[in-house]
């Protein structure tokens, strides 16, 4: 199952898709139409959009998670001594920093001048330095963090140069819990057809949760009106929906 998600600054939108293999036929189908920009990880089938989208921004979360792995092997006091750890700790600043511009409700305009400031080059250039200077044991888990690093370097900085645009695709991440948890009571889908329509139900269902509404008394309205009203009035993010359709109804 592929699941697509906006980004924080959009509104919320959750795709899931059923592909029988991890190819990305589907996910060009997808995006056949779209002018923009993918967040994802470095996953070669996703290689094909960067001369068919505007650009790619590799998840930094990712190129985190491989130099989390090494310290998780190491005892405490050889995790305090890592270079592994040092690394670590630089993301997370990093990630910080993106957490307060969200906090602080900073403009798309606003975070795109932030994250060019001094102060956050600043950042980066000692996470550059740390991974760079790092001297790592042929075939060790971390040479292959600090390849994986080095190697989308320049992708995984994307996000620099648009406000808008996430510097992990940990919302996707996030929203494939549902459905792992969920399939744990269907089990399993008997045909492709009983897959897609899962995924269908899913994108449906999890869009209204993300943007506030009771998803039963949004079903029922959606069901009751489609053929009544124009597509875009009863799409989960309207702003004509009934107020009686969200969660905080007193």
Not at 33 to 42: F, I, M, R, S, T
Not at 47 to 53: C, E, G, Q, T, Y
Not at 65 to 85: M, N, Q
Not at 216 to 244: F, G, H, M, T, V
Request: net charge positive; proline share 2%.
């Amino acid at each position: 199952m592929f699941v697509y998600t906006t980004t924080f600054f959009d509104n919320p939108i959750y795709i899931y898709e059923f592909s029988e293999s991890r190819k990305t036929d589907k996910t060009e189908e997808l995006f056949k139409d779209y002018n923009g920009y993918l967040v994802c990880d470095k996953y070669a089938g996703y290689d094909k959009f960067k001369d068919k989208l505007l650009g790619i921004q590799r998840c930094m979360a990712h190129a985190r998670r491989y130099f989390f792995d090494v310290i998780k092997g190491l005892s405490p006091k050889e995790a305090k001594s890592s270079k592994a750890r040092l690394v670590v700790e630089r993301f997370d600043k990093l990630f910080n920093q993106e957490k307060q511009f969200k906090e602080k409700k900073y403009t798309i305009s606003e975070i795109k001048d932030k994250r060019n400031t001094s102060e956050y080059q600043a950042l980066v250039d000692s996470l550059h330095d740390e991974i760079w200077n790092i001297e790592a044991q042929p075939g060790s888990l971390l040479e292959k963090a600090v390849n994986y690093a080095k190697n989308s370097w320049d992708e995984l900085f994307t996000y620099r140069e648009y406000g808008y645009l996430e510097i992990s695709n940990n919302i996707a991440e996030r929203s494939v819990k549902p459905f792992v948890i969920a399939r744990k009571n269907f089990l399993f889908s008997k045909t492709e057809n009983g897959a897609q329509a899962s995924g269908l139900l899913f994108s449906i269902i999890q869009t209204a949760k993300a943007n506030g509404l009771c998803i039963e008394r949004y079903l029922e309205y959606a069901l009751s009106n489609i053929n009544k009203l124009q597509i875009d009035d009863i799409l989960p993010w309207s702003k004509n929906l009934p107020k009686e359709l969200k969660l905080n109804l007193k």
